[in-house]
Nanobody
């Protein structure tokens, strides 16, 4: 099983970026796909998650209203559209997967760096 995250880069405050996470190696129906982030010197933070089958979503308070998680089942890809970026969004972003009904994310991508300049 592999999760391949991409799309990070440099953006200005107020700008946008879209992250992608391509999942391979198994079917992810029955899984929730999540995005997390970790800034230097800080703990990992939940950003958003989506139910692979139903499409239902949840967001962390710090990104609610600015970020949108979505998935393309045909492409086995989960996206994180990030709008109205702030310098405090600077972090390494990771995608992850956990089975519905469990609390532990068992599959993790390698991370992609997002840097937002003021």
């Amino acid at each position: 099983v592999q999760l391949q995250a991409s799309g990070g880069g440099l953006a200005q405050a107020g700008g946008s970026l879209r992250l992608s996470c391509v999942a391979s190696g198994r079917t992810f129906s029955g899984y929730k796909m999540g995005w997390f982030r970790q800034a230097p010197g800080k703990e990992r933070e939940f950003v958003a998650r989506i139910d692979w089958s139903s499409g239902s979503t949840n967001y962390g308070d710090s990104v609610k209203g600015r970020f949108t998680i979505s998935r393309d089942n045909a492409k086995n890809t989960v996206y994180l559209q990030m709008d109205s970026l702030k310098p405090e969004d600077t972090a390494v972003y990771y995608c992850a997967a956990r089975k519905i009904g469990t609390s532990k994310y068992v599959y993790w991508g390698q991370g992609t760096l997002v840097t937002v300049s003021s």
